[in-house]
């Protein structure tokens, strides 16, 4: 029977640092939790890496992956790492640098989403290039108009934040869903929604990720290339920094 993980940072982002208790050892040794502030790898975002402090050691985890359903949380310990016992408590402590990263590109790819309005047919999220790829028959874009278009949106310093629809609010709005291929999960009568802009203005749609709290945020971004994939697919990768000079 699947374990159920409370999943603290899909409340708040933010959280570096929390407690938690051992609920099992799974039989690779991943450590299931009562609660976490571990991401686990989905939607395109990598799942965290960090630090379980016992009260007589550290175990290093070096992924966090989802079990036999998205609410059981895994986190796998570097090779070489002793195992904490069932009921043990421990402190979490996730790479914050790392996950600072992620929300940020990962908020940028929904930028991109909004001034690329196309079905989605991949996507990646990476600490240093990430990418999108759309169903565009001709790209018809510049990498300087899209990074153009993507720096109005940060410098505008929206807001980001996230709320819960009912299984039957998304059946009505069908353009909500803007992967071609992947629909989100349905049967808990929550779907959640990472939203942009006052009152969602700016975009919407239902993601699970990690984001920050505002397009400000996300700092200075580019388009580092586009990339034809198929007769209609376009892949664009994002980057941090200024675009460089030709």
């Not at 502030?37 to 890496?49: E, L, M, N, V």
């Not at 410098?155 to 709005?173: G, H, K, Q």
């Not at 629909?183 to 929604?193: A, C, D, H, N, Q």
């Not at 975009?203 to 984001?211: A, L, R, V």
Request: contains cysteine; proline residues 6%.
């Amino acid at each position: 029977m699947a374990q159920t993980t409370e999943a603290l940072f899909r409340d708040d982002a933010y959280l570096s640092t929390a407690e938690a208790q051992v609920v099992a050892i799974n039989d690779r040794g991943g450590i299931l939790l009562d609660r976490t502030i571990f991401y686990a790898t989905s939607g395109g975002q990598p799942g965290d890496t960090g630090m379980l402090e016992r009260a007589d050691g550290r175990i290093a985890i070096a992924a966090t992956i989802t079990g036999e359903t998205k609410d059981e949380i895994i986190h796998v310990p570097a090779p070489e790492q002793a195992l904490p016992a069932v009921g043990e408590k421990l402190k979490l402590a996730i790479d914050w640098r790392r996950r600072h990263l992620l929300m940020r590109m990962h908020s940028a790819c929904h930028l991109l989403t909004v001034v690329c309005p196309f079905p989605i047919t991949g996507a990646a999220v990476a600490e240093d290039d990430s990418r999108v790829d759309f169903d565009i028959p001709d790209a018809g874009f510049s990498k300087e108009d899209v990074t153009a278009r993507l720096m109005e949106l940060v410098r505008a310093d929206y807001p980001v934040f996230t709320r819960l629809i009912t299984d039957e609010e998304l059946s009505a709005n069908p353009g909500l869903v803007k992967s071609k291929n992947v629909r989100p999960p349905v049967g808990t009568g929550r779907i959640r929604l990472v939203c942009i802009g006052e009152n969602a203005s700016i975009d919407s749609q239902p993601c699970g990720g990690t984001h920050v709290k505002s397009t400000g945020e996300i700092g200075e971004i580019h388009i580092g290339k586009i990339e034809k994939k198929g007769r209609e697919n376009r892949r664009f990768r994002i980057r941090f920094g200024p675009m460089p000079a030709n």
